[in-house]
């Protein structure tokens, strides 16, 4: 059934007819995202790892370096593990900065084209023997199969179609920014065939060839140099050596760089990974030894490399041997697909565009579509370069010696990548010179010799024998020197030369530790402007859809004009152009056509909101003094948050740092709305109240009165100049601006209001007996006079009498226009100071007094000037004295005075109510203007007059205090500002 | 201990085992040839318990 190339071909297609139909399928949903989205699809899609390598040479390893064959995949494992440190930043980096090969993440940090160039050509040189590897091993397969040479069209229609497949499923997207689910699956369940189909040749080694967990060991008893061959060259093989190309390889392979961070559609699942990826080799590795004692065991002639195959076709399982021919081609095929895709990423960026960038000669409509097709021609390139390395290249080595060859390849790029994570320090000129000379080590100890070995025409020079090694030793030697070359040429030019400015803030940016926005853009001051210049370069119809798309990535309106968030959607313009072209192109258009001006003062709400976002994300991060720092400052930024005062902060350029819940309350505007706008952005009143504050020479504003949507509002404000509290270059450098507290006194002034109200009607109602003995004089007059009119002829006695009637009926008015002025004081809102005439206030508070029953015996004396005048509130100030003058009233004997007395101050006038009375003791002068203190005995006095005279005095602006007098008496003392000039003229 | 410091410890563990002269006491005669595979296992093991014990936003 088997031996016939047409059915191998036909079953290979069949084969990747099902792939494609996996990944359409889940392309259209028809796959429960719950399935495509699992952390194990995840982990099974990075099963790449093991290629052709692993499904069948393998064996052959192990065959002839025992048990050394596991370190290929002990070291994944030991990479792994160290996820949280190695692998975990570069996710969040590919992620933060869409970088799409590892070319693009060297050439971000050590930034540079030459960087990217030399990355792209020479993973283009260690990989194409690897992807031809991979042909030959599908070939070699099918004429283990069949027993005769597959004809070249095999190999040619196998690169077709896998070329095919790349293009329709892994550059299927406008832009390469996106996910490709449907690849992922369809690699997934590569990984998934090629695990049952070893599994089952394992399980058929066992259980077929062997006939039980029994047989085998009666087998190894009786063949203890099976085992033996497995153990022994442990000690003596390139262990070590092996198990650290391998921890590089696990992310640094084009094909595991592409599978572990661009596709990775959710970061958690790579805590899955860390142990899910070695679980899955371990059980890739488990039927090795027995499928190889199985070959020993039947003797087969066929190269251990590809017992896997031999073993059912020995043993007359046609059917496994077809399952086994389709796992080799899913290994093949998963690993061709994916390597060509990162090659073709990485040559797009770094060999094509930038050419076409310097040349200008980018396409200016449909760039997406250059870009796509660019791909996809590269794809093909890449394989066809792969096919023309197997047809060139006669595979005189095994399997895992050509593989093992681009390990060492891409080992070299293991410095640089430790120095991206821990050392900010390393330059692209150490970075070059260390590859440089790491790559010439790989080309000496290991290509020429292989080349030459291959039969291909090459001088005859092995560095390693060269320097008198071993050629059995020629992986260590060639690891361990590439490495030691590159690492020592790495730390001295990286030491010899500075870094510039853009490779330390990729250094930051790759720790996390950028600190400061890198500029401002200065020509654009909105959307469309920044548009306008976006589409200079990559024309207007993609300029539009970036726009777009970065409008709706950061949650912006095309209305936006606020400088910080014209640079923040400047710099995600700036990392989706790094996933569409690169990141080094991706500045350079940024650069050049959003003009930056790096030198200029970034806004400080703008640096501070930065160093905000860059904290918190970078929680997980801070160890050690710095953790405990940002304990601190996350402890004080909530103590402002959640403090009971308005706290708003303003930078000096006017924009707004600082708005706290409070302040958020008491305004009625949410943080989001005020933080990063400018002043004049808030809604009224607050614009203007803030901005006069702000602006003029007091550092404290009392009892403001504002309208806020139709109601009143009572605040107290305070200012303070913010000094730089830093020295020398920072983010916050040059801090200063100004802090405003709002202290939001509604609630008390209502209080207050209600307070001073009790206290009028108390007055009233001792005011009630004198105002109905006032009112009835008047009365007893106007009925005497009444009666009297009603017998009275003459009309000249008449119109007297008339005459004294509305005198009288005057004098009841007035009495009662006066209680209900005093009564209503207060109610309505409190109209605006004016110039006062103190001494016709006293003389109404003193008629109003009158009409009480106390001190009727006391003698009440208004020494005020005529013309004295105070700013204030005429009813207001009418409370204060009838609230002092009864107050000396009350305290005053028959037979005493009180005199009123008032006086120019410098600034200001000051009134005097003395009294006769007994005085107050000292010790209770300081709460004699406390609400509800009153020395009188319970039900006498509310002890709310003194505490409403102080609240209404403070108002004003003024003081009142009290003394008591040596000889006797109590002075209580106003002091009220005085009034301008042109108000006194009126 | 944080799941870094356990994380570094199983790295440690993971050199002692496969990456140091204790890879001779493993490798020596005599030895069941599953127990590479044993010892790659507990490791694995270890790796989930781990995994396990973090929080969900620390990786």
């Known amino acids: 059934m088997i031996s016939e190339i047409g059915v191998l071909y036909a079953a290979g297609v069949a084969y990747l007819a099902l792939l494609f139909f996996i990944a359409h399928a889940t392309e259209r949903g028809w796959l429960p995202t719950a399935l495509v989205r699992h952390p194990m699809v995840y982990v099974l899609s990075l099963g790449v790892y093991a290629t052709t390598w692993t499904y069948y040479g393998s064996v052959g390893f192990a065959q002839s370096e025992g048990y050394n064959f596991l370190t290929i995949y002990l070291g994944v494992t030991l990479a792994f593990i160290l996820a949280p440190l190695l692998l975990a930043p570069i996710l969040r980096l590919v992620r933060d900065y869409q970088l799409t090969s590892l070319a693009d993440l060297f050439a971000f940090r050590y930034r540079s084209q030459w960087t990217g160039l030399l990355v792209t050509l020479f993973m283009l040189a260690g990989i194409l023997p690897y992807l031809a590897l991979q042909i030959k091993a599908v070939t070699d397969s099918v004429s283990v199969l069949t027993q005769e040479a597959p004809p070249n069209l095999l190999a040619l229609g196998f690169c077709a179609t896998l070329g095919l497949f790349a293009i329709l499923f892994g550059a299927r997207h406008i832009t390469p920014r996106e996910k490709h689910e449907g690849l992922v699956v369809a690699i997934a369940f590569e990984s998934a065939v090629k695990l049952v189909t070893l599994l089952m040749v394992g399980a058929f080694a066992l259980l077929g060839i062997f006939g039980g967990w029994g047989g085998l060991n009666t087998w190894l008893t009786e063949h203890p140099e099976a085992l033996e061959a497995l153990y022994s060259p442990v000690s003596e093989g390139p262990w070590f050596t092996l198990i650290l190309l391998a921890f590089a390889a696990a992310f640094l392979l084009p094909r595991q760089f592409h599978m572990l961070f661009v596709e990775n559609m959710d970061p958690h699942a790579l805590r899955v990974a860390t142990w899910g990826l070695p679980l899955f080799l371990l059980l890739l590795n488990l039927p090795i030894p027995l499928i190889l004692w199985a070959g020993q065991a039947v003797a087969l002639e066929t190269p251990a490399d590809y017992f896997v195959l031999a073993l059912p076709v020995d043993g007359g399982a046609g059917w496994l041997a077809l399952f086994t021919f389709i796992g080799g081609v899913s290994a093949a095929s998963a690993m061709m697909i994916i390597t060509t895709l990162a090659l073709a990423a990485m040559c797009l960026n770094h060999l094509i565009l930038p050419a076409h960038v310097n040349q200008q000669t980018l396409p200016q409509s449909n760039l997406y579509g250059w870009l796509l097709w660019g791909r996809r021609l590269l794809i093909l390139l890449i394989i066809a370069l792969g096919y023309g390395f197997y047809w060139l290249l006669e595979f005189n080595q095994g399997l895992v010696q050509v593989g093992l060859i681009s390990f060492v390849a891409v080992a070299q790029f293991l410095p640089g990548y430790l120095a991206l994570l821990f050392w900010p320090r390393a330059t692209r000129i150490g970075f070059i010179a260390g590859l440089l000379g790491g790559i010439t080590v790989w080309v000496l100890a290991l290509i020429i010799p292989v080349i030459h ?175 405990e720092l940002d304990t601190l400052r996350r402890y004080h930024r909530q103590v402002l948050h959640e403090l009971p005062l308005g706290v708003c902060s303003i930078d000096p350029g006017g924009d707004i740092l600082i708005w706290n819940n409070t302040m958020a309350m008491i305004s009625g505007i949410e943080a989001a709305h005020a933080v990063g706008q400018p002043l004049n952005a808030l809604k009224d009143p607050w614009e203007g109240v803030l901005r006069t504050f702000i602006n003029g020479d007091d550092k404290h504003l009392y009892k403001l009165q504002i309208s806020v949507d139709g109601r009143y509002r009572w605040l107290n404000l305070h200012k303070a100049a913010i000094e730089s509290p830093t020295l020398g270059h920072s983010a916050t450098h040059g801090l200063g601006g100004m802090v405003v507290l709002v202290e939001d006194l509604t609630e008390l ?238 | 201990m944080s799941a870094l410091d356990k994380t570094l410890i199983l790295f440690l563990l993971g050199v002692l085992l496969f990456a140091s002269p204790l890879v001779d006491w493993w490798s020596r005669p005599g030895m069941p040839w599953y127990l590479p595979y044993l010892l790659w296992g507990g490791l694995i093991g270890l790796g989930i318990l781990i995994q396990l014990g973090r929080g969900r936003h620390d990786l």
């Not at chain 1, 402007?529 to 300029?543: C, D, R």
């Open chain 1, 453 to 627: 070995e291959s039969g291909l025409p090459m001088i005859n020079f092995n560095l390693a024998v060269f320097m008198g090694a071993e050629d059995e030793n020629r992986w260590a030697f060639a690891t361990f020197w590439s490495l030691a070359v590159n690492s020592v040429l790495f730390v001295i030019g990286s030491l010899l030369t500075r870094p510039t400015r853009e490779e330390t803030e990729a250094a930051q940016a790759c720790r996390r530790e950028q600190f400061s926005p890198t500029g401002v853009s200065a020509d654009a001051r909105n959307v469309a402007q920044l548009e306008s210049h976006l589409a200079q370069v990559i024309g207007p119809q993609t300029a539009h859809l970036e726009i777009q798309r970065a409008l709706t990535d950061m949650g912006m309106q095309p209305s936006e004009k606020r400088p910080g968030e014209l640079r923040r959607l400047r710099t995600h313009l700036e990392r989706n152009l790094s996933g569409l072209m690169g990141p080094l192109l991706a500045r350079m258009i940024v650069d050049n056509q959003l003009n930056v001006a790096p030198q200029a003062q970034v806004a400080l709400a703008d640096s501070l909101r930065f160093v905000e976002e860059q904290l918190e994300h970078s929680t997980v991060r801070l160890r050690g003094l710095a953790a």
């Open chain 1, 749 to 986: 002034h209502n209080l207050e209001s209600e307070v001073a109200h009790n206290d009028r009607l108390a007055s009233i109602g001792r005011l009630a007996a004198g105002v109905a003995h006032e009112i009835g004089n008047p009365l007893t007059g106007i009925t005497s006079l009444a009666q009297n009119l009603r017998y009275e002829q003459d009309p000249a006695e008449v119109d007297l009498t008339v005459k004294q009637i509305l005198e009288q009926t005057r004098r009841i008015n007035d009495i009662v226009q006066s209680l209900i002025t005093f009564s209503h004081a207060g109610e309505a809102p409190r109209p605006l100071p004016v110039a006062v005439n103190l001494n016709a206030c006293v003389d109404e508070a003193l008629q109003l007094i009158k009409l009480s029953d106390v001190g009727r015996e006391v003698t009440c004396i208004n020494e005020v000037p005529k013309d004295l005048k105070a700013r204030g509130n005429h009813q207001r100030l009418l409370q204060v004295f009838v609230n002092l003058v009864n107050n000396a009233l009350q305290a005053s004997s028959p037979g005493d005075r009180v005199a009123i007395r008032g006086s120019r101050l410098p600034g200001g006038v000051e009134i005097h109510v003395d009294d006769e009375g007994a005085g107050i003791p000292s010790g209770l002068l300081d709460q004699i203007f406390e609400p509800f203190f009153t020395t009188k005995p319970p039900g006498e006095g509310t002890g709310l007059g003194l505490s409403v005279v102080y609240s209404i005095i403070q108002d004003h602006g003024g003081l009142v205090y009290a003394d008591s007098h040596a000889q006797g008496g109590t002075r209580f003392s106003i002091r009220l500002p005085a009034i301008e000039e042109e108000e006194t003229m009126a």
